[in-house]
């Protein structure tokens, strides 16, 4: 740990915040510099104290030898095949001030635990370093999404070095090069670099893990990447028919995460009960719904609709919080609790509007997906002061919402918010992926009336759904956090 070192300035805070001996929040720029609208510069940048050294001074064996342990000669290193390493240290610290960012509005935290580990793993993979390096030269700007040509060039070069890489068959399936693409999709959501020359990362990502060895994972790194990305390629793979996953895949990725979890304190906090092989199901029921998969898809509902609800009562017991320290860990924890009760509801008024569009006479299932639309919104609104990425998951929630929303005046507060968030990541056209998934639900609905007789499908019944009242009563709210 870099901050450790002796010698090493603890403080990575500004220029003029430390000049005047003010605590500094280590933005790009920080709040009292955009304040007091002054140039900030070195925020979140380590500092050392370096010393001249004299090679040819004799200051004892004893040292010399120690600084020729630490530091070897390009000649000694070629010979045992060891690369320096020296531009890895600069941008391991690099990399390490970014991640110690605390504030959830951009903790990198959110994007994976993982992350954490990749520091001690840099210098070994150059498509690594050349991602991380676009990540840390693009992270101080995002937010203000004024990009240096500097960030844009790194980019660029972390491309090439990718491709370089995929076409080695061992680094191909290395877990480094993995990461590599996950790290360049971020900056590639931030920068906006859709139009590139590459396929979509999500097939690069599909491909990679469908070469993965799930005998040979023995680290909590490559377990923990592999499951962090499953997730993201599901979701795209929605909409994206080219990215096709073995049910098998998804089942070993199930047992992963068991295994994970079995590690994990957790605690008595509701949670979702629905396994990675049942929600990798969405994109065929979503492109290819048949009447086939009913059964499985009511009795999915059922099991969300009650998770669900559970999850919004624990959350109505959660204790106040003051939402403007955006550095606590109570607020941190809540609000990722929020973040996966929303995903809940989402992926419930998914299956909801399936069923709605074979059962259109289901009045039961019509009062449950406004209440499903009314807490997206809600959700939104209280987790707007977590933006840009500690609400980064509010507009996927919100572009389902819009599909699925039937009253006029619901569907036009729903796009408002999401009009707003659209602004976090401009060039992500959140609106055209709301379209087409209207489109698919509509385009089964017309096929259920052409098909169906008093709102039933042919050969089969509406199944019977049971009003939940308790999950559309209107139970009181915690208030909403402050509005950025």
């Given amino acids: 740990n870099f901050d450790k070192m002796p010698g090493v300035p603890s403080s990575k805070g500004c220029d003029a915040c430390r000049k005047v001996k003010k605590k500094c929040d280590e933005l790009q720029p920080c709040s009292r510099c955009r304040r007091l609208q002054i140039n900030c510069v070195g925020s979140g940048k380590q500092r050392f104290k370096f010393k001249h050294a004299d ?4 200051t004892g064996k004893k040292a010399f ?4 342990a630490i530091v070897p000669s ?5 010979s045992l095949g060891i690369a320096m390493q020296v531009p890895s240290n600069e941008l391991a610290s690099s990399l390490i001030g970014s991640l110690n ?13 993982f992350l954490k580990d990749i520091p001690r793993r840099l210098g070994n993979s150059p498509a690594l370093d050349a991602a991380v390096r676009a990540l840390v030269t693009a992270y101080p700007y995002f937010h203000g999404r004024d990009f240096p040509p500097e960030a844009l060039m790194h980019y660029g070069q972390s491309l090439r070095t990718l491709r370089e890489s995929l076409n080695d068959p061992v680094e191909a399936r290395s877990a480094n090069t993995l990461c590599a693409v996950y790290i360049i999709t971020i900056c590639q959501s931030w920068l906006g670099k859709y139009d590139d020359q590459l396929a979509s990362h999500g097939e690069a990502i599909a491909h990679l893990l469908k070469m993965a060895d ?3 994972i023995d680290s909590n790194f490559e377990r923990d990447i592999i499951i962090t990305l499953t997730v993201p390629v599901i979701i795209e793979a929605i909409v994206n028919p080219r990215i096709q996953m073995e049910p098998k895949f998804f089942q070993l990725v199930s047992n992963l995460t068991e295994k994970a979890q079995v590690t994990r304190n957790q605690n008595d906090i509701p949670r979702s009960s629905t396994k990675l092989p049942t929600i990798a199901k969405f994109p065929q029921w979503i492109r290819n719904l048949t009447p086939a998969d009913l059964p499985e898809i009511a009795a999915a509902y059922l099991r969300i609709r009650s998770d669900s609800h559970r999850m919004r009562k624990f959350l109505d017991n959660w204790p106040p919080t003051d939402h403007t320290f955006f550095t606590s860990l109570v607020v941190m924890q809540r609000s990722r609790y929020q973040a996966g009760y929303t995903i809940v509801i989402t992926l419930g008024l998914i299956l909801n509007t399936l069923l709605r569009s074979l059962y259109p006479g289901n009045t039961v299932l019509a009062v449950e997906a406004s209440f499903f639309c009314d807490e997206i919104v809600l959700e939104a609104e209280l987790a707007s002061c977590y933006r840009p990425l500690g609400a980064a998951y509010v507009a996927l ?7 699925a929303a039937e009253d006029p005046h619901q569907l036009a507060r729903i796009d408002m918010v999401l009009a707003d968030y ?3 990541f401009k060039e992500i056209k959140w609106k055209d992926r709301a379209l087409w998934l209207r489109k698919t639900f509509d385009r089964y609905k017309v096929m259920s009336a052409s098909e169906s007789v008093d709102g039933c499908p042919s050969g089969g019944s509406s199944p019977k759904f049971t009003a939940d009242c308790s999950s559309c009563g209107n139970n009181p709210r915690p208030e909403s956090c402050c509005v950025m």
Avoid: H, M, P
Avoid at 65 to 68: L, S, V
């Fill in 65 to 68: 030898g120690r600084r020729r």
């Fill in 214 to 216: 799930f005998d040979k």
């Fill in 422 to 424: 659209q602004s976090d």
């Fill in 397 to 403: 929630c919100l572009v389902v919402a819009w599909a």
């Fill in 74 to 78: 390009a000649r000694a290193a070629a």
């Fill in 101 to 113: 960012i605390t504030d959830i509005r951009y903790a990198l935290e959110y994007y994976g635990y």
């Fill in 55 to 58: 090679a040819n001074a004799t």
